[in-house]
């Protein structure tokens, strides 16, 4: 049973000391097939951590915590190191999730409504135009705002702020990490039924790595600002009697 057990215990490989190196699509693909294997155990992990559903916010920080290991070439043991992020961002993945799970909810009823009222009066194209800005914006901030999660612990609005930053100084590549999943999940849609195993295998891990890769460099950016300190009040002179 030894080999059953390093399969999801041992480091990950590496990348050679003397390798030249690499950025952009030829160090994604390089990662990619390097670590395809972590990633298709990782994308496991996440199934069945998230198969009581009020996990899956929780499970998605864990799978993130990983990528961004992937990303940094760090050595991962996939097992603990899954489990232990899990556990460790629990809580406020979970209400993080629900919050941005409600920010979304409401970003899509404004655009049905707007919507269906921009066919019978053209000025409601407006109000749809600056409710879809707004949701990919959303989007955007979500994808930053679980990498600088699982990268440093923050206070709430700290990281809200950061994610917020990250986003309008690079938005380029968490949109291409967005569009990218897309091409993912319509490629299992197109090729039904012969695609019928892409989310089990690796799907949602491929997806969660791209996301990481693509803000990282952004994420690091932000990271590395001082934060900005407070003004300390004087105390005040007492009155003389």
Not at 50 to 61: Q, W
Not at 78 to 102: K, Q, S, V
Not at 109 to 136: E, Q, W
């Amino acid at each position: 049973m030894q080999w059953l057990r390093d399969m999801w215990t041992k480091e990950g490989p590496g990348i050679p000391k003397d390798a030249p190196a690499k950025t952009g699509l030829a160090l994604f693909i390089e990662t990619l097939v390097r670590e395809w294997w972590e990633m298709v155990k990782l994308n496991i992990l996440f199934l069945l951590a998230s198969l009581l559903v009020a996990t899956l916010p929780a499970a998605l920080a864990a799978m993130a915590r990983v990528s961004v290991a992937l990303v940094e070439d760090r050595n991962t043991y996939l097992l603990r190191d899954f489990t232990e992020a899990f556990l460790h961002y629990f809580w406020r993945a979970t209400a993080w999730g629900l919050a941005l799970a409600a920010a979304f909810a409401i970003c899509i009823y404004v655009i049905l409504t707007y919507g269906v009222g921009a066919r019978d009066n053209l000025i409601l194209a407006a109000p749809l135009a600056v409710t879809l800005v707004a949701t990919a914006f959303l989007a955007v901030t979500a994808c930053h705002l679980i990498v600088l999660m699982v990268m440093r612990d923050l206070p709430a609005l700290r990281l809200l702020r950061l994610a917020a930053l990250a986003s309008v100084v690079r938005p380029l590549p968490a949109i291409v990490a967005l569009a990218f999943n897309a091409a993912l999940w319509l490629t299992h849609i197109l090729f039904y039924p012969v695609s019928v195993f892409m989310p089990a295998i690796f799907n949602f891990s491929l997806g969660m790595f791209a996301v990481a890769f693509g803000v990282h460099r952004a994420a690091v950016m932000v990271l590395d600002q001082p934060e900005t300190p407070r003004p300390h009040r004087k105390p005040h002179a007492p009155n003389a009697s």
